[in-house]
T-cell receptor, first 116, second 113 residues
C-alpha cells in the first residue's frame, strides 16, 4: 500500500550497534504493528500499538524497542541485545476494531536487516 | 496460545488448474481469517478475508471457505495464471487480544505455463 513507507530498504548492523527502522503511514490509522519474517516462516509479531503513546509487546519483543509519539510514525529499534537480527522486517497498520471486529492490516515494503 | 498450521508448504500446478491451500487453527474463539499474497521481496498483500459469521466468500477467481466446527479454512484459486505464483499466508485472529493475528508458515505456489 502506498500509504505505508518503510525505510531504509536495506540496513546493515555492526556488532554491538543499535539500529532504527522507520515506518510512516498517511492512512490515518490508529493501530500499527511490527513483524519479523524469517526465510520459510510466517510473520511473527514484535510490537504493536493501538494508539499514540501506547504500545504492547508481541510474541518476540526481546531485543527490540519501539515508540509511538505520533500517530503517523512507529519506529522500531533493534538493539544489541537481539543476537540474531538478520531478517525481513515488516510494518503494518489498520484502523481500530469497532466493537471487537478485526480490521484488515496493510503492510509496508519492508526493511531487510543484515549483520556485517 | 493460538497456533495456525498451513499446508502444503509448496504447491505446483499447471496454468488453468485450481489450487487449494488449507489452514487449521486452535483458538475456537478466532473470528477473523485473512489471506495474504507475497511476491518475492515484496510486501504481503491482502487478497481476501473472511469472518466467522460466514462460511464462504468469493472474489472473482479467489474464494475462501471456513469450517468453524473443524477449525479450518481454505483458499481456493481457480483458473490459475503464472502471475498467481507467490507465497500465500493465512492468518487467524486471537480472541480477546486486540487485532493480533497469528500467521501460518506460508505456501509457495508455482503456476507453470
Amino acid at each position: 500500500d502506498g500509504g505505508i513507507t518503510q525505510s531504509p530498504k536495506y540496513l546493515f548492523r555492526k556488532e554491538g550497534q543499535n539500529v532504527t527502522l522507520s515506518c510512516e503511514q498517511n492512512l490515518n490509522h490508529d493501530a500499527m504493528y511490527w513483524y519479523r519474517q524469517d526465510p520459510g516462516q510466517g510473520l511473527r509479531l514484535i510490537y504493536y500499538s493501538q494508539i499514540v503513546n501506547d504500545f504492547q509487546k508481541g510474541d518476540i519483543a526481546e531485543g527490540y524497542s519501539v515508540s509511538r509519539e505520533k500517530k503517523e510514525s512507529f519506529p522500531l529499534t533493534v538493539t544489541s541485545a537481539q543476537k540474531n537480527p538478520t531478517a525481513f522486517y515488516l510494518c503494518a497498520s489498520s484502523t481500530n476494531p469497532g466493537q471487537g471486529v478485526n480490521q484488515p492490516q496493510h503492510f509496508g515494503d519492508g526493511t531487510r536487516l543484515s549483520i556485517l | 496460545g493460538e497456533n495456525v498450521e498451513q499446508h502444503p508448504s509448496t504447491l505446483s500446478v499447471q496454468e488453468g488448474d485450481s489450487a487449494v491451500i488449507k489452514c487449521t487453527y486452535s483458538d475456537s474463539a478466532s473470528n477473523y481469517f485473512p489471506w495474504y499474497k507475497q511476491e518475492l521481496g515484496k510486501r504481503p498483500q491482502l487478497i481476501i478475508d473472511i469472518r466467522s459469521n460466514v462460511g464462504e466468500k468469493k472474489d472473482q477467481r479467489i474464494a475462501v471457505t471456513l469450517n468453524k466446527t473443524a477449525k479450518h479454512f481454505s483458499l481456493h484459486i481457480t483458473e490459475t495464471q503464472p502471475e498467481d505464483s507467490a507465497v500465500y499466508f493465512c492468518a487467524a485472529s486471537i480472541s480477546l487480544s486486540f487485532q493480533k493475528l497469528v500467521f501460518g508458515t506460508g505456501t509457495r505456489l508455482l503456476v507453470s505455463p
